[in-house]
């Protein structure tokens, strides 16, 4: 089993712990990633944008002229996308975006993640991260510590006093176990955890 060194908050080495084999040490799919990233991005389109076809556009009810005589071309309805304040021609319309992924995917392409932070040495495991209050320095000293400046914090659960920490630390953000996805643990550079949290992994992703 692959082992990594606990940290503290001032980055000093106060232990070690194993690493699950099936979920921090696998071979990275990178396919599967991609798939359930583009899964993951298409999810948050809204899909609602919408344009008015000459049918849906309010007025042009009458022929503007009639068809002959005039020495004008025939006009029909003045909501002609020809014409000024017209309908759109082929306009787009609301739809859904959203892609479905195999539970098994999902967890194959978190396993990956994991896997693939382990072994490039971006995961830190803390022995605890705790804050009476928040304070945003006190956050900023304890990246630095570990060296981590872009970074996605992994708690056990919600924490208001370091979410509200971390909030105004570029390039840093918090997480819960359960709202943890591949695409955030892929924009940030390394991932942070407590012991806690990583346990909670181990026994969601077991």
Do not use: C
Not at 10 to 21: A, C, M, Y
Not at 78 to 91: C, E, N, Q, Y
């Amino acid at each position: 089993m692959p082992k990594i060194d606990v940290l503290d908050v001032k980055g000093n080495v106060v232990g070690d712990v194993e690493l699950s084999e099936g979920i921090f040490g696998i071979e990275p799919n990178e396919h599967v990633v991609h798939e359930v990233v583009v899964a993951l991005l298409a999810n948050r389109r809204q899909g609602t944008r919408s344009a008015l076809t000459r049918s849906e556009v309010r007025g042009g009810g009458r022929k503007p002229w009639r068809q002959k005589g005039t020495g004008r071309a025939r006009a029909g309805t003045i909501r002609s996308p020809l014409w000024k304040g017209g309908g759109v021609i082929f306009a787009p319309k609301s739809r859904d975006y959203s892609k479905k992924v195999n539970k098994k995917v999902k967890a194959l392409a978190m396993k990956s993640v994991f896997s693939a932070k382990a072994q490039e040495n971006e995961l830190r495991v803390l022995n605890q991260l705790v804050m009476d209050a928040p304070k945003t320095k006190e956050m900023i000293a304890v990246l630095n510590n570990i060296n981590a400046q872009k970074a996605l914090i992994v708690l056990p659960e919600n924490n208001e006093a370091i979410i509200r920490s971390a909030n105004n630390i570029p390039k840093v953000a918090t997480t819960t176990v359960s709202e943890l996805n591949v695409y955030d643990m892929l924009k940030y550079d390394v991932l942070i955890m407590t012991q806690e949290a990583l346990q909670k992994i181990e026994e969601v992703y077991a």
